[in-house]
């Protein structure tokens, strides 16, 4: 079992910007963001691999970047250029996918979410 716990959500304006933090109690091979906005269905943001490897879906490439600290087993997301299209209950996932995309799945872990709004 491992355990994820999200932080860094919050509200901003337009433009403006934001890091999730995703604190793991374990390593699993493959993490993911996921972003689920009001009547919508949830889906992959981002992933990325302890070992390096990250990967973005279009809507957010070149706007949302993943960072990892290996020591304290956390993974970031730094949201910048934020659209209020980008409002939604943010999640963070981890499973044993090789094949380590925002797409994939199973994910088998999932943190309890945590809230980005941004305002025009």
């Known amino acids: 079992q491992v355990q994820l716990v999200e932080s860094g959500g919050g509200s901003v304006q337009a433009g403006g910007s934001l890091r999730l933090s995703c604190a793991a109690s374990g390593f699993t091979i493959c993490m993911g963001w996921f972003g689920q906005g009001p009547e919508k269905e949830r889906e992959g943001v981002a992933s990325?691999?302890?070992?390096?490897?990250?990967n973005y879906a279009d809507s957010v490439m070149g706007r949302f970047t993943i960072s990892k600290d290996y020591a304290k087993k956390t993974l970031y997301l730094q949201m910048s250029s934020l659209k209020p299209e980008d409002t939604a209950m943010y999640y963070c996932?981890?499973?044993?996918?090789?094949?380590?995309?925002?797409?994939?799945?199973?994910?088998?872990?999932w943190g309890q979410g945590t809230q980005v709004t941004v305002s025009s």
């Open positions: 996932a981890a499973g044993g996918l090789e094949n380590c995309r925002p797409e994939s799945k199973p994910y088998t872990y």
């Open positions: 990325g691999t302890w070992g390096g490897s990250t």
